[in-house]
T-cell receptor
Framework: DTAVSQTPKYLVTQMGNDKSIKCEQN?????MYWYKQDSKKFLKIMFS???????INETVPNRFSPKSPDKAHLNLHINSLELGDSAVYFC??????????????FGSGTQLSVL | GENVEQHPSTLSVQEGDSAVIKCTYS??????FPWYKQELGKRPQLIID?????GEKKDQRIAVTLNKTAKHFSLHITETQPEDSAVYFC???????????FGAGTILRVKS
């Protein structure tokens, strides 16, 4: 059983389109995240939700809108896709938030290519 | 501010040799420092972590050291094997912003 699963694994689309990536975790964690990994492998946090509440929102364009229907799911919707959005998007979850001692469990990633 | 610097960006070693990756952080209040390994095309996975009340931690061939005064921490891999080849990320939990900030990664190649 996959602990953190995200779909789709690959997403190829045209500029200007709207797309969504889904993420689900079966670990019972309270906190979920979206990270973006660019072509240089740099991992940068985009959003964090704790029990469906948004707690971290980095300076991400408002074309990106996360949605957490419950604490086991965190989806990412992207409007008006741009070439610079091409990257690998990782969903992650963790159990603790106090003191930041939080082991992250990552999903397998979604390779987004905007043409 | 929030910053984690990681060096080197690439590292090639001969099988059996040791590899050392170093990171520095900016937030003196940081108290948690994990290391993640990402194999080609795979997800990052935690390999070892250290908290600020400990100076060193070891797990088989992997060890991490932390110098809070100097605000730097290092990953040491001994007796490297080809399967150690991957991208390694250090990270530091930043009290400012309440988030984990990653270094830029080190591509480790172990030559057999």
């Amino acid at each position: 059983d996959t602990a953190v699963s995200q779909t789709p694994k690959y997403l190829v689309t045209q500029m200007g389109n709207d797309k969504s990536i889904k993420c689900e975790q079966n670990l019972g964690h309270d906190t979920m995240y979206w990270y973006k990994q660019d072509s240089k492998k740099f991992l940068k946090i985009m959003f964090s939700y704790n029990n469906k509440e948004l707690i971290i929102n980095e300076t991400v364009p408002n074309r990106f809108s996360p949605k957490s229907p419950d604490k086991a799911h965190l989806n990412l919707h992207i409007n008006s896709l741009e070439l610079g959005d091409s990257a690998v998007y990782f969903c992650a979850s963790s159990q603790f938030r106090v003191g930041g001692n939080e082991k992250l469990f990552f999903g397998s990633g979604t390779q987004l290519s905007v043409l | 501010g929030e910053n984690v610097e990681q060096h080197p960006s690439t590292l090639s070693v001969q099988e059996g040799d040791s590899a050392v990756i170093k990171c520095t952080y900016s937030d003196s209040a940081s108290n948690y420092f994990p290391w993640y390994k990402q194999e080609l095309g795979k997800r990052p996975q935690l390999i070892i972590d250290i908290r600020s009340n400990v100076g060193e931690k070891k797990d088989q061939r992997i060890a991490v050291t932390l110098n809070k005064t100097a605000k730097h921490f290092s990953l040491h891999i001994t007796e490297t094997q080809p399967e150690d080849s991957a991208v390694y990320f250090c990270a530091a939990f930043m009290e400012y912003g309440n988030k984990l900030v990653f270094g830029a990664g080190t591509i480790l190649r172990v030559k057999s």
